[in-house]
Each structure stands twice: as C-alpha cells, then as structure tokens.
C-alpha cells in the first residue's frame, strides 16, 4: 500500500513539474497575446482592417524609432507624423540600414504613447517580432499599416488625446547575436522562441 502512494505521490511531481515547465515556455506568448488584447504597457492592438469610412475627427500619429546599443544599423521612420482621419486606414513605413560589414539579424518590440490610448490603436500590418536580416551595407523598407478606432474621441479617459506617439526599438536576435560572436557586447536581445518567417529582404 505503501508503494502504490509512493507511485502516486512521484506521478504527482512528475506531473507539476513538467506543467511548469510547460507554463514557463508559454509565458512570453500568453504574455504578447495579453498586451495585444489590454493594449497593456502601451501595446497597440493587431486585429481587423477599419470599419468603413472614416469619421472626419482626426489625430497626430508620431513615428518614433531607436536601435538597441550593440545593434549595427541606421534605422528610422520615412515620415515624422500623419495626421489620419480617426477609422480610416493608413499605411506608414520605416527603413534601416545595415552599416555592419556582414548580414546582420535583427527583432523589433513597438509601443504606444501615451499608454491609455494604445487601445484604440489597431495595426493591420506589422514586421514587430519578426526576424528581418539586412546585407551587409543594405538597406530595406519595412511597411505597416494602421487605423485609429473612433471611439477614442468618446471614451472620457482618452478624450483628451490630439497625438498618439508608434515607437519601434530593433535588438540584434539571440541567434544572430550568438553567431557572429557579438553576444557579451550585444547588450539586451530578443531570442525567437519559434523560427519566424522573415517579411523583408535586401
């Protein structure tokens, strides 16, 4: 009797052991897909394309860019601000420049300012968290596309909001990183935790 509980007892560890483990894997998906459905930390959301028509209330939408210290490229925004038509769809875009003297691999995280409003901010397209390798000396042009939802005008919290400020921040990825040898200089990093199909090439 006593070994039969023993069995249970080790099936039971066994069995929390390995749903941890589980859990600690999911984590950072579960994590990207809670920020995505709050707009949690100033995440936009990634949903539908726009309803139709726009209203003919408008907001200043801001492009901001910015790389990580150890990553080797020249990126910014094509345009400084859009004033877009809250509802309409818009298309926007960035590029980079690999100023290394080898193919360089890198991940962009984004966020939206002020926070309150990244509820109402809906990216239709996006080349976030994607890996995206440049040339050496290459240049590539990366495309999103967005829309305001209307009810930010109406909701009281957010009411006040005239510019909403989109930043992206490029990281060298862990594998590229890992590769070149430039892991202990790289500074902070992002590591695809899956292979991620690359949507821009030189």
């Known amino acids: 009797m006593a070994r039969n509980n023993n069995g249970l007892m080790a099936f039971g560890l066994v069995a929390v052991i390995g749903g941890m483990v589980g859990l600690s ?10 920020c995505a459905a709050t707009g949690y930390g100033g995440t936009p959301q990634i949903g539908p394309e726009a309803g139709p028509g726009a209203t003919g209330r408008f907001i200043t939408v801001r492009f901001n860019a910015d790389v990580n210290g150890g990553m080797p490229w020249r990126f910014n925004p094509v345009q400084s601000e859009i004033r877009v038509a809250l509802g309409d769809e818009q298309p926007a875009f960035y590029e980079a420049r690999n100023l290394a003297s080898t193919p360089v691999t890198g991940v962009s995280t984004y966020n939206v300012t002020p926070e309150k409003a990244a509820i109402y901010f ?3 397209q996006c080349f976030c968290f994607n890996e995206q390798t440049i040339a050496a000396g290459g240049d ?21 909001v005239t510019t909403i400020t989109l930043s992206y921040t490029f990281f060298r990825s862990l594998d590229d990183a890992s590769r070149t040898g430039a892991l202990a200089k790289a500074g902070p990093h992002i590591g695809a935790g899956e292979p991620q199909p690359r949507t821009a090439t030189p």
């Open 25 to 34: 894997f999911a984590s950072v998906p579960l994590y990207r897909m809670f």
């Open 122 to 124: 809906h990216k239709t």
């Open 140 to 160: 590539v042009q990366f495309p999103l596309s967005f829309w305001v939802d209307p009810a930010i005008a109406t909701d009281p919290n957010t009411a006040d």
